[in-house]
């Protein structure tokens, strides 16, 4: 009797030669801007990213469901470590060249819950956020469809207004 060996995908997360795996919710617009700014960044090719709001389940690896991705910021370190909130974003910042420093400040002690608590406030407000940029202001018009590119802030592909 020959047993045969189960073939397992290599979860994204531990992509050879990738340090994070970053995952966010690409259907926020606030979100995918700042996403998008990351993305531009040197290091940022060394980086996985995960749009968790359109991406299979199975990308999401061990112990993160698509809700929990979508509410909460989390990316997962190449030994597999799953890091969520402000933490989350202190590693992706470590990870980033230009936005090291801020990344090692954001990881000390005091800083880090200041930097938490305002994160979990900007969680608690997000769908206010996300809902002032679809509210129309006139009949037929769309907030926000009338506004002119930032250069500083790009639309991710496919997300102009």
Same mark, same amino acid.
């Given at each position: 009797?020959?047993? *045969? ?10 992509? +050879? ?24 960044q040197l290091g940022a090719e060394h980086l996985v990213w ?42 992706? /910042? ?8 801020? #990344? ?5 002690? +005091? ?12 969680? /608690? ?18 907030? #926000? ?6 250069? *500083? /802030? ?8």
């Amino acid at each position: 009797m020959k047993l *045969k060996k189960a073939v397992t995908a290599v979860p994204v997360s531990l992509q +050879p030669g990738k340090t994070l795996t970053v995952y966010y919710d690409g259907a926020c617009p606030v979100c995918s801007r700042e996403i998008a700014l990351y993305r531009r960044q040197l290091g940022a090719e060394h980086l996985v990213w995960v749009d968790a709001a359109s991406c299979p389940e199975a990308d999401l690896g061990n112990g993160l469901s698509r809700a929990s991705a979508l509410s909460r910021f989390h990316v997962r370190r190449a030994d597999g470590e799953l890091v969520d909130g402000m933490r989350g974003f202190a590693a992706l /910042w470590r990870s980033l060249p230009r936005f090291a420093w801020v #990344g090692r400040m954001a990881s000390v002690g +005091p800083i880090t819950l200041l930097l938490d608590a305002a994160y979990r406030v900007s969680l /608690w407000v997000r769908p206010a956020w996300q809902m002032l940029r679809t509210v129309p202001t006139q009949p037929g018009v769309i907030r #926000g469809s009338e506004r002119k590119p930032d250069p *500083k /802030w790009p639309d991710p592909p496919g997300q102009a207004p």
